[in-house]
């Protein structure tokens, strides 16, 4: 409960709905707590009388008519308070999603190496989910039945100074401390299967994940067996885990009934001795019963709680995991137009600590140079091209852009003067023209044409049966591999970004698709700095500095004919995609 208590901020929006459904739950509570037992003991006497019935017709109707008319009041002040405060409730859900959604798009891409997308996606989804359960079954619950019990104990008190009954009231009170023994040992036990619970749901939210990604290797290896019982066996434990959770939540309600009606047992007993009237028995039987039904329900509420902040927990280790890679607070302003000048100062980095993947790297790239980065699958290409949009944070040194570190630039400043082409470029589902026009959203229809023509997507694009508003699917999934690499080198020929960042694709296309892209390239690094992965010969011997890459260092630089002549490394790498080619 405690736990929920910072969220109350989120209800800033919702004040007016919070005061009427808290007033709307006090009358509910104290109505259906006092008035009826009340009505009980004024009702039950002129009715249940030995003596002759004299009361008028219009007496006894509306005697009769009491009740009902409690009922009514409780039931729309009841569903009056129920509907408001759910609707703060699921308001305030709403904006912790959001919150939780926009920091899954802040976080640093080494978050995503360390945590499972279905899991992410199950916190998104299935975590905000029983967190919302809770806020709506528990809104109705909060208010109404502590007073609901406040209103009882009152009525109990008149009645016991009243009636002499005071040594029934507390014996049959006695019982509720007794009541809430189960409760807490009921929530212990609750809160480390719940916990359990929400983490395999992001177990299998995963599997599911990999799986539908992986939906072809999974029938080109026969896995689909062996997919099967992994996810078998997941949900089996899910299914164990689960009916603990029901086993420990339903088991509450029953032993308060049972505690409970140890507390009537006591009142009957006593009654007779004490020789009270049925009238004023009753009322207290009513009273006693509104005192269990709101432990009872709060008994409930204390398990759904607990849940609750079984999830609660898991979507707030991601909204307060702190986001390392930020804008300064003081950034350095650039100028509308860069250079281009890009330098390594001593650069190391690791993914995991320990295991260095760059140390000591240091290099300078003047302004328009094209700058092949080479080495054995692993050396550390593509992570050196990561440092500069400032992907992954060096670990020690700096990378600069102008003679500014990387880490002094706004983000957004420094990420619009760049321009990526991926290895696997990803488009959205969404429409070419869109997709195309990601690279500079402020473009025109003009320039997003003219930059498909140069990038020699055009014509591809014009054969399409919508043309350029065909929607490419999940991921670009209903493109070729060779449409989409010329529809990325066409976002960023939008861009015109002054560095330009390649990666060149390893898979190979056929030849004219492979001729058209090499026709884009040359004409796209015209004027920029360039760093290009480079895995084709042609590509690397255009180059005007070429890095040479091996376990994390630059073990040479120079153009292509000196390296050849002195570089043992590059040259066997030269010779054996010569050879392949
Ligand atoms: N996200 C990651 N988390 C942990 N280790 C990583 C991650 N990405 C890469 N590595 C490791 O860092 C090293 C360098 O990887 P990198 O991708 O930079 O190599 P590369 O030179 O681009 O290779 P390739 O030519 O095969 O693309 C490798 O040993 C790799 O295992
Ligand atoms: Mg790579």
């Known amino acids: 409960m405690k736990r929920f208590l910072p969220y109350l901020r989120y209800l800033r929006g919702h004040?007016?709905?919070?005061?009427?459904?808290?007033?709307?739950?006090?009358?509910?509570g104290l109505v259906f707590g006092g008035g009826l037992p009340w009505v009980t003991r004024k009702v039950f006497p002129y009715i249940f009388t030995a003596g002759p019935r004299t009361l008028p017709a219009a007496a006894v109707v509306g005697y009769s008519l009491l009740l009902p008319l409690i009922f009514f009041i409780r039931a729309l002040t009841g569903f009056l308070n129920n509907y408001l405060m759910s609707r703060c409730g699921i308001g305030v859900l709403e904006a912790i999603r959001v919150e939780l959604y926009r920091k899954l798009q802040h976080l640093p891409l080494s978050y995503f190496g360390?945590?499972?997308?279905?899991?992410?996606?199950?916190?998104?989804?299935a975590d905000t989910q029983v967190v919302q359960q809770t806020i709506t079954s528990s809104a109705s619950d909060m208010v109404i039945q502590?007073?609901?019990?406040?209103?009882a104990i009152i009525f109990l008190i008149f009645t016991a100074l009243r009636y002499d009954g005071v040594l029934m009231f507390l014996g049959s009170l006695a019982i509720i401390p007794v009541c809430v023994l189960p409760v807490r040992y009921v929530g212990k036990k609750l809160l480390r299967r719940a916990d359990e619970n929400q983490r395999l749901l992001g177990d299998i939210s995963d599997l599911?994940?990999?799986?539908?990604?992986?939906?072809?290797?999974?029938?080109?290896?026969?896995?689909?067996?062996?997919?099967?019982?992994?996810?078998?066996?997941?949900?089996?434990?899910?299914?164990?885990?689960?009916?603990?959770?029901?086993?420990?939540?339903?088991?509450?309600?029953?032993?308060?009934?049972?505690?409970?009606?140890?507390?009537?047992?006591?009142?009957?007993?006593?009654?007779?001795?004490?020789?009270?009237?049925?009238?004023?028995?009753?009322?207290?039987?009513?009273?006693?019963?509104?005192?269990?039904?709101?432990?009872?329900?709060?008994g409930a509420l204390h398990g759904q709680f607990t849940r609750g902040t079984a999830s609660l927990n898991r979507i707030e280790e991601v909204l307060r995991e702190p986001i390392s890679i930020t804008d300064p607070a003081q950034p350095v302003a650039l100028p509308a137009r860069l250079r281009g000048d890009l330098a390594f100062h001593g650069v190391d980095f690791s993914y995991l600590p320990g295991e260095p993947v760059l140390r000591g790297v240091s290099v300078a790239i003047p302004a328009g140079t094209v700058c092949?980065?080479?080495?054995?699958?692993?050396?550390?290409?593509?992570?050196?091209?990561?440092?500069?949009?400032?992907?992954?944070?060096?670990?020690?040194?700096?990378?600069?852009?102008?003679?500014?570190?990387?880490?002094?630039?706004?983000?957004?400043?420094?990420?619009?003067?760049?321009?990526?082409?991926?290895?696997?470029?990803?488009?959205?589902?969404?429409?070419?023209?869109?997709?195309?026009?990601?690279?500079?959203?402020?473009?025109?229809?003009?320039?997003?044409?003219?930059?498909?023509?140069?990038?020699?997507?055009?014509?591809?694009?014009?054969?399409?049966?919508?043309?350029?508003?065909?929607?490419?699917?999940?991921?670009?999934?209903?493109?070729?591999?060779g449409q989409k690499q010329r529809l990325a080198l066409a976002r960023a020929f939008l861009r015109n970004a002054p560095i330009l960042i390649l990666d060149e694709?390893?898979?190979?296309?056929?030849?004219?698709?492979?001729?058209?892209?090499?026709?884009?390239?040359?004409?796209?690094?015209?004027?920029?700095?360039?760093?290009?992965?480079?895995?084709?010969?042609?590509?690397?011997?255009?180059?005007?500095?070429?890095?040479?890459?091996?376990?994390?260092?630059?073990?040479?630089?120079?153009?292509?004919?000196?390296?050849?002549?002195s570089n043992h490394l590059y040259q066997s790498l030269y010779d054996r995609q010569h050879g392949a080619a």
């Open 505 to 565: 694709a390893t898979s190979a296309l056929d030849s004219q698709s492979e001729q058209l892209i090499q026709e884009a390239l040359r004409k796209l690094v015209v004027g920029k700095t360039v760093l290009i992965i480079a895995h084709r010969f042609s590509t690397i011997r255009d180059a005007s500095l070429i890095l040479v890459f091996d376990q994390g260092r630059i073990v040479a630089t120079g153009d292509h004919a000196a390296l050849y002549a």
């Open 146 to 151: 502590p007073l609901t019990l406040v209103g």
């Open 208 to 298: 599911a994940s990999q799986n539908l990604q992986a939906a072809r290797e999974v029938r080109a290896f026969g896995l689909e067996e062996q997919e099967v019982s992994t996810f078998q066996r997941t949900t089996r434990r899910l299914f164990q885990v689960q009916m603990k959770v029901v086993k420990y939540s339903q088991i509450l309600s029953p032993s308060i009934e049972v505690i409970a009606s140890l507390g009537i047992a006591f009142s009957l007993y006593y009654a007779y001795y004490a020789g009270i009237s049925l009238a004023v028995f009753m009322s207290i039987l009513t009273a006693l019963f509104a005192c269990y039904e709101p432990i009872k329900k709060l």
């Open 15 to 28: 004040r007016t709905y919070l005061v009427l459904a808290l007033i709307c739950g006090a009358i509910s």
């Open 372 to 481: 092949a980065l080479v080495g054995p699958s692993g050396a550390g290409k593509t992570t050196f091209a990561n440092l500069v949009p400032r992907f992954y944070e060096a670990t020690a040194g700096r990378v600069t852009v102008d003679g500014h570190d990387v880490r002094a630039l706004r983000l957004a400043d420094l990420r619009s003067r760049i321009a990526i082409v991926s290895q696997d470029p990803v488009l959205f589902n969404d429409t070419i023209y869109q997709n195309l026009l990601l690279g500079r959203p402020a473009a025109t229809r003009a320039e997003v044409l003219a930059a498909a023509v140069d990038a020699h997507a055009d014509d591809f694009i014009r054969t399409l049966p919508n043309g350029y508003d065909t929607m490419v699917g999940e991921r670009g999934s209903l493109l070729s591999g």
């Open 114 to 125: 360390k945590n499972r997308t279905g899991d992410l996606l199950s916190r998104l989804t």
